[in-house]
């Protein structure tokens, strides 16, 4: 798996050059590298699995399943990211996703309405605060998830993804998240979340 560079080079307002080169440069990049990691276990350990030179399957503990729920946490942990940080780098101008915000005033009654909501969503979420396309349903939704691979729905592609584990805003902001989250809609690229709005809502089962 390739690390992606950051799509912006502006500064942040509020996020600093010191804490992104912390979150994306080495955390982000430390996922990618332990999915590679665990990848390649998998690998070697599944052939041994079809050769009939080892087991794994024990829900207690095994190394199968260890490698298992480690790739789910590290894969997600790299998806994630990528999409949290390429929604970053805008000016925070809604009008550049006209698609995009008539979608969420359709469904949440105004713009400035469903930031509210979702910045609330972001103060009660441990890990992470999402707006995503459900395929299954056909329209936005709204989803919280404490861990990378716990709260996310199947069938979902994230639009907006916002971080809110410590280590997003901790340097810059303390423990006061909620500024940290004013300054991600002055921050977010609108027309980027236009654009996975326009790809993602082609997609419905």
Known sequence: MDVRPLKFTKELVGISKKTLEIHHDKLYVGYVKKNDEIREKLKQLSQEIIADKASGGNQTYSELRALKQG???????????????????????????????????????????????????????????????????????????DAHNQGGVWGCLPIIVLDVYEHAYFIDYGSDRKKYIEDFWKNLNWAEAEALYLKAREVQF
């Open 71 to 145: 790739e789910t946490f590290a894969v997600n942990g790299v998806y994630l990211h990528e999409w949290y940080f390429d929604v970053l780098g805008g000016d925070g101008d809604w009008k550049k996703a006209p698609e995009l915000s008539a979608a969420i005033t359709e469904k949440w009654g105004s713009v400035e309405g469903f930031m509210k909501y979702f910045s609330e969503c972001g103060m009660a979420a441990r890990g992470w605060s999402l707006v995503v396309w459900d395929t299954k349903v056909g329209r936005l939704k709204q989803y919280n998830g």
